[in-house]
């Protein structure tokens, strides 16, 4: 695409303003360019007028029929009432937004041509806010009509109106040359005016299952953008000095010997690849996965050892105050007998402790500080920050991990960064999000791990799994219990599990059973944990904060309240929490019948599986990439066309075209990069 729709302004179009140019600009929508890859997220048929009486509830269908009644009415809400009618029957238009021309227009009685999806309403079959016109002047769509991202005060008519004017400009040229020279793949123009305005004879099921060859040529060129944002992010880093960090071979033998196990063969393979990194002079961008289990914080603390041992100073980030306690209570206990005291910085520290702790740190007297997002905040200097390690990547986002790392630039200097996650990413997503990361997978747990039998039970069998945890408890087992309503808030959260507390200690008066939400305040929840952990408490109702930072070994039983409304990411993160023993563990997914299709292939995936790779990757396939990641992390990646799970055949090709394009075609990579992801520069510091 040239020049020229990169820089045109979109109010050069005509019955575009400023009000109409600042509704454009919350979609993202700037320039000509903005505009004319602001594609169809999906498409609607109506290309024939349906019988009123022939009507699906929720299915989109266009009506034709005469006005034979309008009338305001007064409720809850004010509406205007129109009832239309054909030689089938007859519905109700109600519209809660209306005003006095339209309202006359309507009293006229005229015939009308509708479009809208039917709800069942008090008078029968309701339309809410139909798109119509006289059918006079309506002709029938010939082919399927686009249906575009929106937002408030911008219709879809609106939309379709200006991109239609825009695909008129004399300006528009072919611009880049095609990806792969003397392909079969159509131009970008042609792509984009088939999908703006599929001609009669497109294959209608390729276009809406987004396999037809004009998306698949898109999707093809976003993937391939972001392989290159990501290639120059890699380049930039490269470029960046770090410290060299040398292991101290006698400080890592005593490590190992009062560990008191044998590393897995997996670990040692990560530890040695995180130390060849850690001993060069580029900053080292490590992400390590590893199933929940499988010794992850054990490869940290040699990687922090590597850094203290070389006279760098060490920050660890975690997501939760829980969390963030429990590693500094593992590794104060790993570290001290070696002469080393780790700190711990969270927001919830006494005012002069957390003095105390920051001037240390500033002085260069504390070699290692864990906490939480109150690392990155104001106030908290470093002097030789050299290492960097973030738990559960997923809960931050990319600008709160460079916050943390600015604070150790210096001198030209950037600390080394190793990223975390116990929650398994699909492949798909490895490959095309975090490119610029170089990814170790600890793929083994450690012996002695028990497997967990899963069994998915209604709600109606509460009574059974009341008396199979009352057994496992009065055989020493220790059941977390977590719920979550929906629509989840902490508010309601709190209030579900209260509810459930009660229920609990009605229906199990002889068995200790206590509550940890994330309403209560830091100190209380550490109190209700630390009983947990000695044994006090036999069952613990939680939100889902206990997802991560409860290491438990003797909790082997575990109810998860409506499991039908959790993800399955999060279902084998929780379901985590357990079997960390030798102890027999099970796990009861509870659900509330009836069961949708989707929820019924979620919970038979967690029945028959532990595997967390498999389980991210269906996970991927069911929800998609937004829900996987997470609303922070899902937010940095908004995909235009390409979708992960459909597309994630184009990613070998994507990534060897970017490699080939960074390296012989800069100009180019630039401006692909410019038209599917805008700019980069916020994420090359990363």
Known sequence: MADALRQTDIRTLKGIGPAQSQKLNRLGIHTIQDLLLHLPHRYEDRTRITPIAALNVEQGAVIEGDVVQVAVQFGRRRSLVVTLRDTSGQLTLRFFHFSKAQQKGLEAKPRLRCYGAPRRGASGLELYHPEYSLSATAPLSKTLTPVYPATDGITQNFIRRTITQALSLPILTEGLPPLIPNSAYPDLMTCLKHLHAPPEDVDVMQLLAGLDPCQRTLALEELTAYQLGLVKIKAQLSMRSAPSLIPDQSQMDAFHRQLGFQLTAAQARVIEEIFQDLGSKTPMLRLVQGDVGSGKTVVAAFSALVAITSGQQVALMAPTEILAAQHHQTFEQWLQPLGMVPRLITGSLKASVRKTHLDALNRGETEMVIGTHALFQEGVEFSRLGLIIIDEQHRFGVHQRMALRDKGRENQSTPHQLIMTATPIPRTLTMTLYANMDCSIIDELPPGRTPIETRVLANNKRQSVMERLTDACRQAAQAPWPCTPIPPS???????????????????????????????????????????????????????????????????????????????????????????????????????????????QRLGVMRDSQDGFHIAEQDLAIRGPGDVLGERQSGEVAFKIADLARDDDLLPQAHRIAQTLASQQEEQAEALISRWIGTVEHYQQA
């Open 490 to 600: 902490e508010t309601l959260n709190a209030q579900a599990a209260e509810t459930l507390l009660e229920e609990l200690r009605r229906e199990l008066p002889d068995l200790a059973v206590e509550l940890i939400h994330g309403k209560m305040s830091n100190a209380d929840k550490q109190q209700v944990m630390t009983d947990f952990k000695a044994g006090h408490t036999q069952i613990l109702v939680a939100t889902t904060v206990i997802e991560v930072g409860v290491d438990v070994p003797n909790a082997s039983f575990m109810v998860i309240e409506n499991a039908e409304r959790l993800g399955l990411t999060q279902l084998h993160q929780l379901r985590g929490r357990i079997g960390r023993g030798a102890k027999e563990s099970y796990c009861l997914l509870l659900y509330q019948p009836p069961l949708g299709q989707l929820s019924k």
